[in-house]
């Protein structure tokens, strides 16, 4: 069943899943992200890349130890509450220019490389964002306008 999360109860610890609680169930997540000027963000060794405006969905997963719990910590760098960047994702969620939306969450779902390739993830702005540890071009997908991305992303994740 795919949640739909609010950053705010991420951070308050009430959202649905226990991500902000810290107790949450393995999955394949969305972050779901609105850049609001085209900026040129370097994303560690992957070098600088322009990002044009408009909305960003990273695709990711989380099967270790406190699952889904990952995406707490990216809502804190997203926030500038957490200055240390460990994934791509980190260089554009903590871009001054980027506000993190909402979080797409499928629990047990193992569908990272499928999403990414569903949501053409391989036009990304920066080749390699987020699939450093598989086949895939990209697990970063864009569209210009938010409600299109995240009603593509639920769309896809409804019934995983």
Do not use: Q
């Not at 707490?72 to 980027?98: F, K, Q, S």
């Amino acid at each position: 069943m795919v949640s739909l999360l609010d950053p705010n109860a991420i951070a308050a610890g009430t959202d649905s899943l226990g991500v902000g609680a810290g107790d949450a169930p393995p999955g394949t997540y969305a972050l779901l992200f609105e850049l609001s000027e085209t900026s040129e963000i370097a994303v560690g060794a992957l070098g600088a890349a322009t990002f044009p405006a408009g909305a960003y969905a990273y695709l990711g997963s989380a099967f270790g130890s406190n699952g889904l719990g990952r995406v707490a910590r990216h809502r804190r760098v997203a926030a500038g509450e957490h200055g240390v960047r460990h994934w791509h994702v980190d260089y554009l969620g903590g871009h001054p220019n980027t506000s993190l939306r909402a979080v797409v969450a499928a629990p047990h779902a193992d569908v990272e490389c499928d999403a990414a390739a569903a949501l053409n993830a391989g036009d990304s702005p920066l080749a390699g964002f987020g699939a450093s540890d598989c086949d895939c071009e990209a697990h970063l997908a864009r569209r210009t306008e938010y409600e299109k991305l995240r009603s593509a992303v639920l769309r896809y994740f409804e019934g995983k």
